[in-house]
Protein backbone atom coordinates (compact mmCIF):
# COMPACT_ATOMS: atom_id res chain seq x y z
CA UNK A 1 0.00 0.00 0.00
CA UNK A 2 1.46 3.64 -1.18
CA UNK A 3 1.11 5.82 1.94
CA UNK A 4 -0.52 9.27 0.27
CA UNK A 5 -0.37 11.02 3.94
CA UNK A 6 3.08 11.08 5.18
CA UNK A 7 5.39 13.47 3.47
CA UNK A 8 2.76 14.68 1.16
CA UNK A 9 2.79 17.46 -0.55
CA UNK A 10 5.32 15.39 -2.50
CA UNK A 11 7.62 17.34 -4.59
CA UNK A 12 6.67 16.27 -8.26
CA UNK A 13 8.06 17.38 -11.41
CA UNK A 14 7.10 20.23 -13.96
CA UNK A 15 10.34 20.55 -15.86
CA UNK A 16 9.08 19.56 -19.32
CA UNK A 17 8.88 21.25 -23.04
CA UNK A 18 5.19 20.93 -23.73
CA UNK A 19 5.17 19.86 -27.36
CA UNK A 20 3.00 22.83 -29.12
CA UNK A 21 3.15 21.35 -32.67
CA UNK A 22 5.30 22.48 -36.00
CA UNK A 23 5.19 25.28 -38.53
CA UNK A 24 2.84 24.51 -42.29
CA UNK A 25 0.25 21.84 -42.75
CA UNK A 26 -1.05 19.70 -40.16
CA UNK A 27 0.53 16.63 -39.32
CA UNK A 28 3.65 16.52 -37.59
CA UNK A 29 6.05 14.58 -35.76
CA UNK A 30 4.76 14.58 -32.50
CA UNK A 31 3.89 11.53 -30.36
CA UNK A 32 -0.27 11.87 -30.63
CA UNK A 33 -0.49 12.21 -26.66
CA UNK A 34 3.03 13.59 -25.21
CA UNK A 35 2.97 11.67 -21.98
CA UNK A 36 5.10 13.91 -18.49
CA UNK A 37 5.26 12.03 -15.24
CA UNK A 38 4.97 14.69 -12.02
CA UNK A 39 5.99 12.03 -9.93
CA UNK A 40 5.04 7.87 -10.00
CA UNK A 41 1.77 7.93 -9.13
CA UNK A 42 0.62 11.38 -11.22
CA UNK A 43 0.51 11.76 -14.92
CA UNK A 44 0.03 14.57 -17.20
CA UNK A 45 -1.04 13.66 -20.97
CA UNK A 46 -1.51 16.18 -23.78
CA UNK A 47 -2.71 15.64 -26.84
CA UNK A 48 -0.63 16.71 -29.75
CA UNK A 49 -1.92 19.65 -31.72
CA UNK A 50 -1.49 17.62 -34.80
CA UNK A 51 -4.13 15.97 -33.76
CA UNK A 52 -6.94 18.61 -32.68
CA UNK A 53 -5.91 22.41 -32.25
CA UNK A 54 -7.27 22.42 -28.49
CA UNK A 55 -4.40 20.16 -27.34
CA UNK A 56 -5.95 19.93 -23.89
CA UNK A 57 -4.27 18.56 -21.00
CA UNK A 58 -5.68 14.97 -19.13
CA UNK A 59 -4.65 13.91 -15.49
CA UNK A 60 -4.28 10.49 -14.36
CA UNK A 61 -3.78 10.40 -10.49
CA UNK A 62 -3.80 6.64 -9.18
CA UNK A 63 -4.42 5.75 -5.73
CA UNK A 64 -4.25 2.25 -3.89
CA UNK A 65 -7.82 0.99 -5.03
CA UNK A 66 -8.24 3.04 -8.51
CA UNK A 67 -7.16 5.46 -10.80
CA UNK A 68 -9.18 9.29 -12.31
CA UNK A 69 -7.89 10.15 -15.72
CA UNK A 70 -9.81 13.44 -15.51
CA UNK A 71 -10.89 14.22 -19.18
CA UNK A 72 -10.68 12.15 -22.33
CA UNK A 73 -9.76 14.97 -24.57
CA UNK A 74 -10.79 16.23 -28.31
CA UNK A 75 -10.67 13.65 -30.57
CA UNK A 76 -13.30 10.12 -30.48
CA UNK A 77 -10.89 8.29 -33.08
CA UNK A 78 -9.43 5.86 -31.51
CA UNK A 79 -6.64 5.89 -34.71
CA UNK A 80 -5.64 9.22 -34.44
CA UNK A 81 -6.10 9.55 -30.51
CA UNK A 82 -5.51 5.96 -29.33
CA UNK A 83 -5.89 7.53 -25.72
CA UNK A 84 -7.31 4.15 -24.29
CA UNK A 85 -4.40 2.37 -25.36
CA UNK A 86 -2.39 5.26 -23.93
CA UNK A 87 -4.00 4.76 -20.73
CA UNK A 88 -4.26 0.88 -20.61
CA UNK A 89 -0.26 0.88 -21.06
CA UNK A 90 0.39 3.28 -18.08
CA UNK A 91 -2.19 1.39 -15.76
CA UNK A 92 -0.10 -1.49 -16.54
CA UNK A 93 3.16 0.03 -15.55
CA UNK A 94 1.75 1.37 -12.25
CA UNK A 95 0.65 -2.12 -11.57
CA UNK A 96 3.77 -4.10 -12.50
CA UNK A 97 4.98 -1.51 -9.41
CA UNK A 98 1.96 -2.14 -7.35
CA UNK A 99 0.16 -5.49 -8.01
CA UNK A 100 -3.16 -5.64 -7.35
CA UNK A 101 -6.60 -7.32 -7.99
CA UNK A 102 -9.59 -5.73 -9.54
CA UNK A 103 -7.87 -1.86 -9.66
CA UNK A 104 -10.46 0.60 -11.14
CA UNK A 105 -10.45 3.36 -13.54
CA UNK A 106 -13.03 5.96 -13.03
CA UNK A 107 -13.38 8.73 -15.84
CA UNK A 108 -14.37 11.82 -15.28
CA UNK A 109 -14.36 15.21 -16.44
CA UNK A 110 -13.26 19.11 -15.40
CA UNK A 111 -16.42 19.47 -17.87
CA UNK A 112 -18.75 18.77 -20.49
CA UNK A 113 -17.59 20.86 -23.13
CA UNK A 114 -16.81 18.22 -26.46
CA UNK A 115 -12.62 18.85 -26.48
CA UNK A 116 -12.75 17.31 -22.68
CA UNK A 117 -15.05 14.28 -23.11
CA UNK A 118 -15.08 13.06 -26.92
CA UNK A 119 -12.90 9.94 -26.21
CA UNK A 120 -15.55 8.98 -23.64
CA UNK A 121 -16.05 5.71 -25.69
CA UNK A 122 -12.77 4.47 -25.97
CA UNK A 123 -13.72 3.47 -22.46
CA UNK A 124 -16.97 1.56 -22.65
CA UNK A 125 -16.92 -1.96 -21.98
CA UNK A 126 -13.48 -1.38 -20.20
CA UNK A 127 -13.68 -3.99 -17.60
CA UNK A 128 -13.30 -2.43 -13.68
CA UNK A 129 -14.64 0.77 -15.48
CA UNK A 130 -16.58 3.60 -14.14
CA UNK A 131 -17.60 6.78 -17.26
CA UNK A 132 -18.94 9.49 -15.16
CA UNK A 133 -21.57 10.92 -17.66
CA UNK A 134 -20.89 14.90 -18.14
CA UNK A 135 -24.37 16.49 -17.27
CA UNK A 136 -24.30 18.27 -13.85
CA UNK A 137 -27.03 15.72 -12.11
CA UNK A 138 -24.82 13.04 -13.18
CA UNK A 139 -21.77 14.26 -11.87
CA UNK A 140 -23.87 15.37 -8.39
CA UNK A 141 -24.76 12.18 -7.75
CA UNK A 142 -21.51 9.98 -8.33
CA UNK A 143 -19.33 12.85 -6.29
CA UNK A 144 -21.95 12.54 -3.57
CA UNK A 145 -22.70 16.65 -3.60
CA UNK A 146 -26.52 16.05 -2.60
CA UNK A 147 -28.19 19.75 -2.44
CA UNK A 148 -24.51 20.94 -1.33
CA UNK A 149 -23.70 21.77 -5.15
CA UNK A 150 -22.05 23.82 -5.28
CA UNK A 151 -21.21 25.52 -2.23
CA UNK A 152 -19.68 22.74 -0.66
CA UNK A 153 -16.28 20.62 -1.15
CA UNK A 154 -16.81 16.83 -1.27
CA UNK A 155 -13.77 13.78 -0.94
CA UNK A 156 -13.13 11.31 -3.12
CA UNK A 157 -11.26 8.55 -2.30
CA UNK A 158 -8.66 6.60 -4.65
CA UNK A 159 -7.55 4.27 -2.05
CA UNK A 160 -5.87 6.63 0.89
CA UNK A 161 -5.44 9.18 -1.79
CA UNK A 162 -8.75 11.33 -0.71
CA UNK A 163 -9.32 14.43 -3.51
CA UNK A 164 -10.98 16.62 -2.70
CA UNK A 165 -13.75 18.13 -5.94
CA UNK A 166 -15.57 21.28 -5.95
CA UNK A 167 -18.62 22.52 -7.94
CA UNK A 168 -17.21 24.89 -10.44
CA UNK A 169 -19.93 26.13 -12.63
CA UNK A 170 -19.63 29.19 -14.88
CA UNK A 171 -17.70 27.90 -17.81
CA UNK A 172 -19.74 25.66 -17.86
CA UNK A 173 -22.78 24.23 -15.87
CA UNK A 174 -21.19 20.50 -15.03
CA UNK A 175 -17.51 21.99 -14.27
CA UNK A 176 -15.30 20.51 -11.25
CA UNK A 177 -11.92 21.51 -9.60
CA UNK A 178 -10.31 18.63 -8.17
CA UNK A 179 -7.73 19.59 -5.17
CA UNK A 180 -5.12 16.60 -4.65
CA UNK A 181 -3.29 17.06 -1.25
CA UNK A 182 -0.48 14.43 -1.96
CA UNK A 183 0.72 16.77 -4.86
CA UNK A 184 -0.66 19.70 -3.29
CA UNK A 185 -1.85 20.94 -7.21
CA UNK A 186 -5.36 22.17 -7.96
CA UNK A 187 -6.64 21.16 -11.37
CA UNK A 188 -9.22 24.19 -12.71
CA UNK A 189 -10.05 22.35 -16.06
CA UNK A 190 -11.11 25.84 -18.17
CA UNK A 191 -12.22 27.91 -15.33
CA UNK A 192 -8.48 29.03 -14.46
CA UNK A 193 -5.48 28.54 -17.32
CA UNK A 194 -3.18 30.59 -19.12
CA UNK A 195 -5.57 31.47 -22.03
CA UNK A 196 -9.30 32.59 -23.06
CA UNK A 197 -11.78 32.23 -20.10
CA UNK A 198 -14.98 31.88 -21.31
CA UNK A 199 -17.33 32.98 -19.00
CA UNK A 200 -21.13 31.78 -19.87
CA UNK A 201 -22.39 32.67 -16.54
CA UNK A 202 -21.02 35.65 -14.91
CA UNK A 203 -22.29 35.70 -11.59
CA UNK A 204 -21.85 32.12 -11.56
CA UNK A 205 -18.11 32.32 -12.51
CA UNK A 206 -17.47 34.96 -9.72
CA UNK A 207 -19.09 32.43 -6.97
CA UNK A 208 -16.95 29.85 -8.12
CA UNK A 209 -13.68 32.00 -8.34
CA UNK A 210 -14.46 33.30 -4.70
CA UNK A 211 -15.05 29.30 -3.19
CA UNK A 212 -12.14 28.75 -5.36
CA UNK A 213 -9.13 31.16 -3.90
CA UNK A 214 -10.86 30.94 -0.18
CA UNK A 215 -10.37 26.99 -1.16
CA UNK A 216 -6.52 27.63 -2.04
CA UNK A 217 -6.18 29.98 1.02
CA UNK A 218 -6.95 27.59 3.68
CA UNK A 219 -4.73 24.58 1.60
CA UNK A 220 -1.14 24.21 0.59
CA UNK A 221 -1.27 24.63 -3.66
CA UNK A 222 2.10 23.99 -5.51
CA UNK A 223 0.64 24.21 -8.42
CA UNK A 224 -2.79 25.63 -10.21
CA UNK A 225 -2.92 23.24 -13.66
CA UNK A 226 -5.54 24.10 -16.24
CA UNK A 227 -6.62 22.29 -19.38
CA UNK A 228 -4.85 24.52 -22.54
CA UNK A 229 -2.18 26.85 -23.30
CA UNK A 230 -3.42 29.97 -25.54
CA UNK A 231 -0.96 32.55 -23.99
CA UNK A 232 2.46 33.50 -25.73
CA UNK A 233 5.47 34.66 -23.89
CA UNK A 234 3.70 38.02 -24.00
CA UNK A 235 1.96 39.17 -21.24
CA UNK A 236 -1.56 39.54 -22.51
CA UNK A 237 -1.44 38.13 -26.05
CA UNK A 238 -2.58 34.71 -26.92
CA UNK A 239 -2.54 32.62 -29.99
CA UNK A 240 -5.05 32.62 -32.77
CA UNK A 241 -7.50 30.29 -31.98
CA UNK A 242 -7.84 27.33 -34.38
CA UNK A 243 -3.40 27.51 -34.19
CA UNK A 244 -1.81 24.33 -34.69
CA UNK A 245 1.79 25.65 -33.82
CA UNK A 246 2.07 27.42 -30.56
CA UNK A 247 6.03 28.54 -30.68
CA UNK A 248 7.16 30.35 -27.22
CA UNK A 249 3.84 29.53 -25.76
CA UNK A 250 3.81 30.27 -21.87
CA UNK A 251 4.12 27.85 -19.17
CA UNK A 252 1.12 25.79 -18.02
CA UNK A 253 1.02 26.09 -14.09
CA UNK A 254 -0.11 28.98 -12.56
CA UNK A 255 0.05 29.77 -8.98
CA UNK A 256 -2.31 30.87 -6.47
CA UNK A 257 -1.53 34.68 -6.69
CA UNK A 258 -2.72 34.37 -10.17
CA UNK A 259 -5.81 31.94 -9.15
CA UNK A 260 -6.74 35.52 -7.01
CA UNK A 261 -5.71 37.42 -10.02
CA UNK A 262 -8.05 36.07 -12.04
CA UNK A 263 -11.18 36.19 -9.22
CA UNK A 264 -10.34 39.90 -8.79
CA UNK A 265 -10.36 40.67 -12.75
CA UNK A 266 -13.80 38.26 -13.24
CA UNK A 267 -14.88 40.78 -9.70
CA UNK A 268 -13.59 43.74 -11.70
CA UNK A 269 -15.54 43.19 -14.94
CA UNK A 270 -18.82 41.24 -13.92
CA UNK A 271 -21.23 44.11 -14.47
CA UNK A 272 -20.28 44.12 -18.25
CA UNK A 273 -19.60 41.62 -21.01
CA UNK A 274 -17.67 42.19 -23.27
CA UNK A 275 -13.19 40.80 -24.23
CA UNK A 276 -10.95 41.72 -21.32
CA UNK A 277 -7.16 41.12 -21.56
CA UNK A 278 -5.08 41.02 -18.84
CA UNK A 279 -1.47 39.59 -18.50
CA UNK A 280 -1.81 35.94 -17.71
CA UNK A 281 -5.38 35.23 -19.01
CA UNK A 282 -7.97 37.11 -21.22
CA UNK A 283 -11.87 37.07 -20.03
CA UNK A 284 -14.30 35.89 -22.42
CA UNK A 285 -17.46 37.71 -20.23
CA UNK A 286 -20.05 36.12 -21.65
CA UNK A 287 -19.14 37.76 -25.38
CA UNK A 288 -21.53 39.12 -27.39
CA UNK A 289 -21.44 38.40 -31.67
CA UNK A 290 -18.88 40.60 -32.28
CA UNK A 291 -16.45 39.82 -29.87
CA UNK A 292 -17.26 36.14 -31.07
CA UNK A 293 -16.48 36.95 -34.69
CA UNK A 294 -13.79 38.60 -33.94
CA UNK A 295 -12.16 35.57 -32.43
CA UNK A 296 -13.30 33.67 -35.23
CA UNK A 297 -12.02 35.98 -37.59
CA UNK A 298 -8.70 36.27 -36.35
CA UNK A 299 -8.45 32.17 -36.50
CA UNK A 300 -9.60 31.92 -40.03
CA UNK A 301 -6.79 34.50 -41.30
CA UNK A 302 -4.43 32.33 -38.99
CA UNK A 303 -5.46 29.18 -40.43
CA UNK A 304 -5.98 30.35 -44.14
CA UNK A 305 -1.99 31.47 -43.87
CA UNK A 306 -1.06 28.34 -42.20
CA UNK A 307 -2.23 26.67 -45.23
CA UNK A 308 -0.84 28.42 -47.92
CA UNK A 309 3.32 27.57 -45.64
Not at 161 to 181: F, K, M, Q
Not at 236 to 253: N, V
Request: with cysteine; proline share 6%.
Amino acid sequence: MVDFARGAPTKGSLDVTWNHGTPGRRGSGEPKIQVHYYDEHTVILRQSKSVNYEAPFLYLLFGNDRALLLDTGATADPERFPLREKVDRLVSIWLAKHPREGYELVVAHTHGHGDHVAADGQFAGRADTTVVAKDVDAVRLFFGFGDGWPERSVSFDLGGRVLEVLGSPGHHRAAITVYDPWTAILLTGDTVYPGRLYVSDRAAFVATMNRMVAFAGTRPVTHVLGCHVEMTGHPGRDFPLGATYQPGERALQMTPAQLTSVRDAAAAVSGQRGVYRFDDFIIYNEPGRSDQLKLLVSGLAYRLRAGRS
